[in-house]
T-cell receptor, first 115, second 112 residues
């Protein structure tokens, strides 16, 4: 069964460092997302991406965050200068349908620890 | 924006009992309501979803009901089993593009 894959599974970084989290969405999916989950809390939407541009973003997704689809398969989330409060599990997700809510398929997550 | 409230935060039941988790949402434009199960350290996985044009949907031991007038929806699990133990999240989408607003989750513990 196809699935969303994410790397790394865990990254530890120093405050102020740049971090790039990588995702390979399911191949025939058109919509891509990043969500995050602070330990013990709910899953929060960060950004959605369609047709090579951001379609929606939350208040969390400030200027420190950026997303990119550098090639036909990868979808990345960059945090330019990490803060302690960026420590969380970051989930990439993808969806097949266009224009009508479809099932989100989540990756296994990348746990980011900022020291 | 959308706001989703979920209750209870924890729920303990005996194996074989039923479990009910309730959610309310604020935005009447929301039209898609999925439920996700998340085991410890794992990804959220969709277990059932419902769209605003139906009031109830069932899949074996799992059912979801939706009351659009009252803006609430519920997850019903019958004949619970220990492997149902997990955190369950409800969510709502008012964008039409899978931009989900999640509830805070319910930790379900099924005791043998």
């Amino acid at each position: 069964e196809p699935e969303v894959t994410q790397t790394p599974s865990h990254q530890v970084t120093q405050m102020g460092q740049e971090v790039i989290l990588r995702c390979v969405p399911i191949s025939n999916h058109l919509y891509f997302y990043w969500y995050r989950q602070i330990l013990g809390q709910k899953v929060e939407f960060l950004v959605s991406f369609y047709n090579n541009e951001i379609s929606e973003k939350s208040e969390i997704f400030d200027d420190q965050f950026s997303v990119e689809r550098p090639d036909g398969s990868n979808f990345t989330l960059k945090i330019r200068s990490t803060k302690l409060e960026d420590s969380a599990m970051y989930f990439c997700a993808s969806s097949e349908t266009s224009g009508n809510t479809g099932e989100l398929f989540f990756g296994e997550g990348s746990r980011l620890t900022v020291l | 924006g959308e706001n989703v409230e979920q209750h209870p935060s924890t729920l303990s039941v005996q194996e074989g009992d039923s479990a009910v988790i309730k959610c309310t949402y604020s935005d009447s434009a929301s039209n898609y309501f999925p439920w996700y199960k998340q085991e410890l350290g794992k990804r959220p996985q969709l277990i059932i979803d419902i769209r605003s044009n139906v009031g109830e949907k069932k899949d074996q031991r799992i059912a979801v009901t939706l009351n659009k007038t009252a803006k609430h929806f519920s997850l019903h699990i019958t004949e619970t089993q220990p492997e149902d133990s997990a955190v369950y999240f409800c969510a709502a989408d008012n964008s039409g593009y899978s931009t989900l607003t999640f509830g805070k989750g319910t930790m379900l513990l099924v005791s043998p």
